[in-house]
């Protein structure tokens, strides 16, 4: 027999795959545009591979502390989930520094979206993915409030475990950015 | 960039000030208040608010998607009056409406009649009957069903409030076509206004689709293994695949031409690098399904339908079922027929092309098992029938111009002709819309415990049928002469406007079906002691659905059956079996007025974007957030109907049915 939790976690899987296909559509375009310049910076212009390398390893590290998260939340241990969620939420909100540490560099040089087609697709893209590494970080504060005042029950351990499957899909999502975007932008 | 006034784009000259607007408005203003005055007369506010409004109840949301869809319908038959006119009179001159004008009727025609018409029926009748049809009490997501239908309507309310505020409406076809839709050339809130009614309504949409799939996935009774589903749930089954798949491309192509429009972004702009055709295969990526999602469950509507009035069982289900599928995958593949005129080169038109036509394959295997399943059998011609006839004629009719309009030669003489809108206006009504009144004309009897006048019914069906093929049929006819779609006025020397007048008369023909509908639905409820259904199952059908009691209780079924064959009521019927009653616990969903605050909320947030008002968009977004978290801490979502109680209710309901 299923439980409502087993069906909530399909549900949310089902979900996840529309978001994928939002994403598809936002990658098919970056990868249709990403030559048109329109006479400005070029993708081997402007990326910088040590930014986006930290990026990167900021994202992986947070996924990694994200499933030890989960793991103390499956032996109800409370301590050590509110200590590896809020390393991970550090770790998140780190990764959104960087981003936009780099999208005001870009700014600043005159490479906004305004400049040129190619630079519309990338804000978009990457900045759709930074709004949903924001929507993940505030669903992980209310996570880390509902740990530390409530006790697991299965609902609530089921609602943790689809923040988590949220995050792991960012972290993916980010590795299919980092090599289209940045590696393909690098080696033109 | 945004204007930095207090209240964004919002000045005085977006009040009403021309003879549309101040109409709409009044006409609005006047439902209002003699709705909100009739609620007050009968002291009903709170009834309203607890029965209705706030259900999360399958039946009552199917009930109130159906009645906004009906509303929607009367909108989009005003606009399609306006064009019929518009068109009958423009030989040589203007016309009565200006082309500006015309152009903006014509695009919120489309846009209402797919999103809110077509969409607003689809869904209510999944709701009705889905849960019931696989033995469920509710969907998998109550609350989600409840949030679906609440932006839906703000969707709804959103294209509908230019008339009160704007004053102009996006006048670039449905699809909001770039560059055209660019602020370079449509700098109003018109285009805005089509943008996020689409994403409000999409969302509604996209969630309706997931709570659909993970119900039928996940809430089967036990026994009813896939195969064994009846074929409006496998057909619903369809459309919601393709609706989680198609969806998002709809949401993420108009959130682009929004970025284009608000951020100065060149997405599909002629410069900058920009590419105004990746638009338009964007947006069929999504359109392309989108039209199927729009036909698939009427197929399904039809199967059941001429199976319970033939009196035997559907012939050939499993192939059925394989169509269905067929069709679904198919669906993708298609969208580039939809601009062969682009150029995209022989061979990629070819392959389109032929794809295209593949999918007359399975549809002509459906129409052959559906007249099949009448061969031998004992046919009742109750009024679902008579639409399933015309249906059957109309299929056709339109299933050869699309085969016409697939070979790219042919597609070039008659792309964007007046064929094309003939083409599909013929899937559409005769289609999706015949198959949503034979359904609801064959399951009214389910939710509402008595059936509708057959005799009005019957007569409402022939004036459709006549007016369908008498608007349609001159439009073929222009098409193929060279006459193309959206012209607001035309040569008098091309000796059109015959056939133009001919139209408009069918027009009146659809209109006087639609008043004999409402005749038939205000006789039906008058007379309605003289129609009651106390069996349950008033056609002598198969489904699930007709198992239980007509209307069902709130908890759809005391006991949950359990599904050994296809046809599972048809069996049991066989059988003559009835399950012991012992009755269990039932965990039921309580009401929850969340979905229609989030929903409220959105759209202040679309109103405040279309108007770039930011921070009142920045607030209704934070509204949202906080809506939501509010909403997690609530883990007592259900409540428990003890046995005891149950086995009471059961009683004091047969009881009440013998008598």
Redesign the interface.
């Known amino acids: 027999m ?1 439980t409502q939790s ?3 976690v ?2 949310f899987w ?2 996840l ?3 994928l ?2 994403f598809c ?2 990658f ?2 970056y990868i ?2 990403c030559n ?3 006479s400005g910076p070029s993708a081997r212009q402007l990326f910088s591979m040590q930014e986006a390398l930290t990026e990167t390893l900021l994202l992986l590290v947070s996924s990694f502390t994200c499933s030890l998260g989960m793991l103390a939340v499956y032996r109800k241990r409370k301590v050590p989930a509110l200590l590896w969620f809020l390393i991970t939420f550090c770790l998140g909100v780190a990764f959104l520094v960087v981003e936009l540490t780099e999208f005001s560099h870009f700014l600043a040089a005159g490479a906004g ?6 630079l ?2 990338f ?2 893209l990457v900045g759709t993915h930074g709004l949903h590494i924001s929507v993940g970080l ?1 669903w992980m504060l ?1 996570a880390l409030v ?1 740990i530390g005042l409530r006790p697991f ?1 299965a ?2 351990i089921s ?1 943790i475990f689809r923040m988590a499957l949220f995050w792991h899909f960012l972290d993916l999502v980010w590795v299919f950015i980092f090599t289209v975007v940045y590696g393909m932008g690098h080696l033109q | 960039m945004p204007s930095n006034n207090f209240f964004g784009k919002l000045t005085s000259d977006a009040l009403p000030h021309v003879w549309y607007t101040l109409g709409g408005t009044a006409f609005m203003v006047l439902l209002g208040a003699m709705v909100a005055l009739f609620l007050t007369k009968t002291n009903r506010w709170s009834w309203l608010w607890k029965e209705w409004l706030t259900s999360t109840d399958p039946k009552k949301i199917g009930t109130m998607y159906m009645l906004f869809a009906a509303l929607m319908f009367f909108r989009g038959m005003l606009d399609a009056l306006m064009l019929w006119v518009q068109q009958a009179l423009a030989a040589g001159g203007q016309g009565y409406l200006t082309a500006d004008h015309f152009q903006q009727i014509f695009t919120s025609h489309g846009d209402i009649m797919v999103f809110f018409v077509t969409m607003g029926f689809f869904f209510g009748l999944m709701n009705w009957i889905v849960p019931l049809q696989i033995g469920a009490r509710d969907l ?2 109550p609350f989600l069903n409840s949030l679906g239908l609440w932006l839906t309507v703000a969707g709804g309310i959103l294209i509908n409030l230019f008339f009160v505020i704007g004053g102009e409406f996006a006048n670039t076809g449905w699809l909001a076509i770039t560059p055209l839709s660019e602020r370079e050339f449509n700098p109003g809130v018109g285009v805005d206004y089509l943008i996020w009614s689409l994403q409000l309504s999409g969302l509604g949409s ?1 969630l309706a689709g ?2 659909f ?2 119900t039928i ?3 089967r009774a036990p026994g009813m293994t896939l195969m064994r589903m009846p074929l409006f749930t496998w057909t619903s089954l369809c459309a919601m695949v393709l609706i ?2 198609a ?3 709809l ?3 108009t959130f ?1 031409l929004w ?2 429009r608000f ?5 599909f ?1 002629t ?5 105004q055709m ?1 638009y338009f295969n ?1 947006i069929w990526m999504w359109g392309h399904p989108e039209v199927y999602i729009l036909v698939i469950p009427a197929f399904g509507m039809f199967s059941e339908i001429v199976s319970t009035f033939s009196q035997k069982k559907v012939a050939g289900y499993v192939s059925l079922v394989c169509a269905a599928i067929a069709i679904t995958l198919l669906s993708y593949m298609v969208w580039l027929h939809h601009f062969f005129t682009m150029g995209a080169g022989a061979n990629v038109n070819a392959f389109f092309g032929i794809v295209t036509m593949v999918i007359a394959i399975p549809s002509g295997v459906q129409v052959f098992n559906w007249i099949l399943t009448m061969y031998r059998g004992r046919v009742i011609f109750a009024s679902p029938m008579y639409w399933f006839m015309g249906f059957i004629s109309t299929f056709i009719v339109g299933g050869m111009a699309g085969i016409l309009l697939a070979t790219p030669p042919v597609d070039y003489q008659v792309h964007n002709s007046l064929f094309l809108v003939a083409h599909f206006h013929t899937m559409i009504i005769g289609v999706a819309l015949f198959g949503i009144f034979a359904g609801t004309t064959y399951w009214f009897p389910k939710i509402f415990g008595f059936t509708l006048n057959e005799r009005l019914g019957k007569r409402a069906f022939w004036f459709w049928l006549i007016g369908f093929y008498v608007s349609f049929v001159p439009l073929y006819l222009l098409g193929m002469m060279g006459a193309t779609r959206r012209l607001d006025h035309y040569d008098a020397a091309t000796g059109w406007q015959p056939l133009f007048i001919t139209s408009c008369i069918g027009f009146f023909f659809i209109a006087s079906g639609v008043i004999t509908q409402i005749i038939q639905l205000v006789v039906s409820i008058k007379e309605r002691k003289k129609h009651l259904d106390k069996t349950g199952d008033p056609w002598n059908a198969r489904g699930l659905e007709w198992s239980t009691s007509s209307p069902p209780p709130f908890y759809n079924f005391a006991l949950i059956p359990t599904v050994t064959s296809r046809d599972a009521f048809w069996q049991m019927k066989q059988k003559h079996s009835s399950p012991k009653r012992l009755y269990k616990d039932i965990h039921m969903p309580k009401n929850t007025p969340m979905g229609i605050y989030i929903a409220g909320a959105a759209f202040v947030f679309g109103f405040a974007i279309v108007w770039q008002i930011l921070w009142l968009s920045l607030l209704a977004a934070l509204c949202v ?1 906080a809506l939501i ?1 509010k909403l ?2 609530n ?1 007592e979502t259900e409540y428990v109907l003890p046995a005891a109680k149950v086995a009471k209710m059961e009683k004091l309901r047969t009881h009440a049915d013998a008598k």
């Open positions: 299923q087993d069906v909530k399909f549900g089902v979900y795959m529309t978001d296909i939002l559509v936002l098919a375009t249709v545009l048109n310049t329109f979206w305004t400049r040129s087609a190619f519309s697709a804000f978009t505030i209310v509902h029950t609902p609530s609602r | 998998a997501y996209l997931i709570n799939l993970v996935i996940k809430k989680i798949s969806f998002p491309v949401t993420a192509t682009l970025l284009d951020f100065d972004m060149h997405f702009v410069g900058f690098g920009g590419n990746m964007l957030i978290i997690s801490c883990e």
